[in-house]
C-alpha cells in the first residue's frame, strides 16, 4: 500500500470511520500505516491533504468527504 496516494489513503479511513473524522481519528487510524513510516511529517501530511478539494470541513478539525 505504499503506492496509494495520501489522497485516497485518507479517502478509505474516512470511509471506515463511517464517512467523517476528527484529525486525531485520522491520526490513529493512519498511524503505523507503511505511508506514515515513510514520513517523518505524516500528521501535518494529513492536514495538508485535507484542506484539499476532496474534503470538506465540518467543523474545526473535523472533515468529511465531498
Known amino acids: 500500500m505504499v503506492n ?3 489522497s ?3 479517502k478509505s479511513a ?3 470511520l463511517n464517512g467523517h473524522a476528527a484529525l486525531q481519528e485520522l491520526y490513529k487510524t ?3 500505516c507503511a505511508k506514515s513510516q515513510n514520513n517523518q511529517n ?4 494529513i492536514r495538508q491533504v485535507v484542506q ?3 474534503f470538506k470541513r465540518v ?3 473535523t472533515y468529511e468527504l465531498r
Open 4 to 6: 496509494i496516494t495520501w
Open 8 to 10: 485516497d489513503l485518507i
Open 14 to 16: 474516512i470511509q471506515a
Open 30 to 32: 493512519l498511524e503505523g
Open 42 to 45: 505524516w500528521q501535518a501530511k
Open 52 to 54: 484539499g478539494a476532496a
Open 59 to 61: 467543523e474545526a478539525g
